[in-house]
C-alpha cells in the first residue's frame, strides 16, 4: 500500500508546490456569476480614481509566488483573480499592485486587488468607508503601482542659437549664418516612481556646420595663406540629470510632458582649410527645459511634438592651430553664447 501511494504523494507534492500562493479575504459573499456573466477589471489608475458609492466591497485577493511557482504567467495570475470573483458572486475587480517580473526579484506577475459586486445598494457607512479607503490608497500608494514604470524618449529637429554672433565683418558673417541653425537630437530615459513624476538621464547632442567659398586664412607666425573653401564643424554634447512631469488627458490618450535637467556640456568646433585645421574646445555647466505633447498611439509607444530651450555658454576654451596650442580665458561679456531654442519630433516608449 505504501508503494501505491508514493507516487500520487509525490505529485500532489510537486503540482502544490508550483501553484501560486493565494491569500484572500472576504466579508461578504453572493451567489457564484454564470460562466457568461462579464467582469470588469480596473488597472491601479482606473481604480483609485473610481467613484465606488454605489458598489459593494467583498473582499480582497493577493497571488503571489511561492518561491518554486512555475506558472505563473500575466494572463493565469489576473484569471486567478477572476475566478474567484466569479465564485464570490463580484462583478468588478480593482488591482491595487501590479507587480512585473524582474531579475533580481520574482519570476511572476504578481498582484493585488479588491473584489466588489455593482449596484448591490451597500449600506450609505460602507459605502463612505471603501471611498475613504480608495482615496488614501490613491494618495500613498506603492510605486509599483505605475503599470509601465520605464519610459524612453527620442526627439530631433532643428536648433536655432539664441546668442549673439560676431558680424562685424562679412566673413565673421558668413560664419554666423552658418552656425546660427543647426539640428539637435537628444535620448533621454525615465524611471517613474509615481505615476506623474519620473527622474533619469539625458544626452542630447547640436551640430552646426556648413562651407564658404573662396575663403582665406592668414597667419602669423610665417605659414603660407591659405585659400579655398572653409569647412565648419561645430558640435555641443550635454549629459544631464533630468526630472520628469507627465499629464493625461482625453481619455488618456494624450499626454503633455514637462521635463527640467542639469547637467554638463562639451563645445568642439574645427574649422578646415586646405592644410589648415584650427580647432577649439571647452566645457561647462549647463541646463535644458522642454514642454511636449505626444498622442498614444498604442499602449506603450507616443508621437508627438517638443518645444525645448538648452541655456549654456563657454568662457574658457583650448585653441589649436595645428602648430601652437594654448588655453583662452573669456570675461562674462565676451562668453561664447551655445544656448539655443529647439523643435523636434517626439517618439515615446513605455517599458
Not at 503599470?147 to 558668413?174: C, H, M, Q
Request: overall charge positive; hydrophobic content about 35%.
Amino acid at each position: 500500500m505504501l508503494k501505491k501511494l508514493t507516487l500520487p504523494l509525490i505529485t500532489f507534492l510537486v503540482l502544490t508546490s508550483c501553484s501560486p500562493l493565494i491569500r484572500s479575504n472576504f466579508v461578504k459573499k453572493y451567489p457564484a456569476l454564470k460562466p457568461t456573466d462579464s467582469i470588469q477589471v480596473f488597472e491601479p489608475e482606473e481604480h483609485f480614481s473610481r467613484d465606488y458609492s454605489k458598489d459593494e466591497f467583498l473582499g480582497s485577493i493577493k497571488v503571489d509566488d511561492k518561491g518554486t511557482t512555475t506558472n505563473c504567467g500575466y494572463d493565469r495570475m489576473l484569471q486567478i483573480i477572476k475566478d474567484s470573483a466569479r465564485a464570490n458572486g463580484g462583478n468588478l475587480i480593482g488591482i491595487k499592485q501590479y507587480y512585473k517580473p524582474s531579475f533580481w526579484g520574482s519570476s511572476c506577475h504578481r498582484f493585488a486587488a479588491d473584489i466588489l459586486k455593482s449596484d448591490a445598494s451597500p449600506s450609505d457607512s460602507l459605502a463612505i468607508d471603501y471611498a475613504k479607503m480608495v482615496k488614501n490608497a490613491n494618495l500613498y500608494r506603492h510605486k509599483d503601482t505605475v503599470k509601465y514604470p520605464l519610459l524612453i524618449n527620442f526627439v530631433v529637429g532643428p536648433a536655432f542659437r539664441t546668442g549673439d554672433l560676431d558680424k562685424s565683418t562679412e566673413f565673421s558673417k558668413a560664419i554666423s549664418e552658418i552656425i546660427k541653425t543647426g539640428t539637435q537630437f537628444s535620448f533621454s530615459s525615465y524611471y517613474k516612481y509615481l505615476k506623474n513624476s519620473g527622474i533619469g538621464f539625458k544626452y542630447t547632442h547640436a551640430y552646426y556646420g556648413g562651407q564658404i567659398n573662396n575663403a582665406f586664412i592668414e597667419f602669423n607666425d610665417g605659414r603660407p595663406t591659405q585659400y579655398g573653401t572653409l569647412n565648419i564643424d561645430s558640435s555641443v554634447n550635454y549629459f544631464a540629470a533630468s526630472l520628469l512631469s507627465n499629464y493625461s488627458f482625453g481619455n488618456k490618450k494624450n499626454e503633455l510632458l514637462i521635463d527640467v535637467s542639469l547637467g554638463y556640456f562639451t563645445y568642439e568646433e574645427t574649422v578646415k582649410l586646405n592644410a589648415a585645421n584650427i580647432s577649439s574646445n571647452g566645457g561647462n555647466i549647463g541646463f535644458d527645459m522642454n514642454i511636449g505633447y505626444k498622442r498614444m498611439l498604442t499602449q506603450k509607444f507616443g508621437l508627438g511634438l517638443n518645444l525645448g530651450l538648452f541655456g549654456g555658454n563657454i568662457t574658457k576654451y583650448r585653441l589649436n592651430d595645428g602648430q601652437n596650442s594654448e588655453t583662452i580665458e573669456l570675461d562674462k561679456e565676451n562668453a561664447i553664447n551655445l544656448s539655443n531654442i529647439n523643435l523636434g519630433v517626439l517618439l515615446s516608449y513605455k517599458l
